[in-house]
């Protein structure tokens, strides 16, 4: 994480939600503000969110200077994580492409109504030209609403991640 940028990081959950906001102080990093979020059956999400920006981003000092980067985290079981064997390639939009298929084989379904993020692992020994890839998945429908509702209150999703490992990399940075 760059020292001179501010995060928000949400953990979305279905009940609650937990907000940090995280900001530059000389050579390291602040927790400027934490804040929860009570979901109610009434409030709609741009609702929470402007709520959000409200009580926890508006009344601080750096927020005009510093457009906060905002990690999002949902739960885990919104997410689909497959370790799967696939061509080895190194273009990222090939692999994109090979994964893509991979992953829609093993899911028995059309990936088009998925977001979904890899890392390749290693070539593997034992069949050249395949690689092992780490893949998470979230269906479109869960998570286009959440970053409908950050948009429309002008925040900007970078990472999006599941709780677990999305917002403790921000708390330990």
């Known amino acids: ?12 959950g279905q009940a609650e939600s937990h907000a940090i906001a995280i900001s530059p102080s ?3 990093l602040t927790v400027s503000g934490h804040h929860i979020l009570i979901c109610r059956n009434s409030d709609t999400l741009s609702t929470t969110m402007k709520t959000l920006k409200d009580t926890l981003l508006r009344p601080l000092s750096w927020y005009q200077r510093f457009a906060p980067n905002v990690v999002v985290g949902v739960e ?3 997410v689909i994580s ?3 064997i ?13 994964v893509g298929q991979a992953l829609s084989v093993a ?4 990936i088009s109504g998925l977001f979904f993020d890899f890392i390749k692992q290693h070539p593997l020994s034992q069949q050249p030209g395949q690689a092992q890839y780490q ?16 948009k429309s209150v002008g925040l900007k999703v970078r990472v999006v991640d599941t709780q ?3 917002l403790q990399a921000v708390y330990y940075a």
């Open 1 to 12: 994480m760059i020292p001179s940028s501010a995060v928000l990081g949400i953990a979305f």
């Open 26 to 28: 000389s050579s390291t």
């Open 76 to 78: 885990d079981d919104t």
């Open 82 to 84: 497959k370790t799967l």
């Open 86 to 98: 696939a061509a080895d390639v190194e273009d990222p939009l090939e692999q994109e492409v090979v």
């Open 107 to 110: 899911l028995n379904m059309e």
């Open 135 to 150: 893949v998470v998945a979230c269906r479109q429908q869960t998570l286009t609403p959440l970053l409908s509702a950050l």
């Open 164 to 166: 677990q490992h999305g």
